[in-house]
């Protein structure tokens, strides 16, 4: 059975831009922050950039992230790496590894264009971080002035931690979620 040891996955040249359309609200936050955000929730990759992997033990194994270009095989002997002959195609896709290893695999992932769904979970995401909470620090509140006018607030404090799936982003993104 194959153990991923370590994934090192370089931070991109750039990510891709914004959608059109956001508000300038939400025009003003960091792009980058948010791919960063989407990525982090995600196996694929819409910029290419190095990666590496470190993995141990025999048996089948995929990378976790697409979309991917092998550049190199490697195993280690014990003093250095060097190209590894004991690594073939799986049925499963993949590799299967044949020794104990480890097993080094570098490569590009990411690349193509950026479909609608994520571009619209990009702007549900934004949009969403772009909301100001009316007051700072309050989860919760209520103003009630003589019956005839009302008004009350109420967010969960951990609102932000969840705002992947509270905007709508994260169904948008169930199909880049695993690669298949």
Not at 24 to 42: F, G, M, N, T
Request: aromatic share 10%; hydrophobic share 40%.
């Amino acid at each position: 059975m194959t153990d991923l040891r370590k994934e090192t996955e370089a931070i991109p040249a750039s990510y891709p831009a914004a959608p059109a359309g956001l508000s300038s609200a939400a025009a003003a936050l960091d792009p980058d922050a948010i791919w960063q955000r989407i990525e982090a929730y995600c196996s694929w990759r819409w910029t290419a950039r190095q990666v590496v992997w470190i993995v141990e033990g025999a048996g089948d194994w995929c990378p976790p992230l697409g979309p991917l270009e092998i550049t190199g095989e490697d195993v280690w002997n014990g003093e250095a790496w060097e190209e590894a002959t004991t690594v073939y195609a799986s049925p499963y896709g993949g590799y299967r590894l044949t020794a104990e290893g480890p097993y080094r695999f570098t490569g590009t992932v990411g690349g193509g264009d950026v479909p609608a769904a994520v571009s619209e979970a990009f702007r549900r995401l934004a949009e969403y971080m772009a909301d100001t909470d009316d007051r700072a620090g309050v989860s919760n509140y209520s103003v009630n002035m003589g019956g005839a006018i009302q008004e009350s607030y109420s967010r969960n404090a951990g609102h932000m931690a969840k705002a992947l799936q509270n905007s709508g982003a994260a169904d948008l993104l169930r199909p880049y979620r695993r690669l298949k």
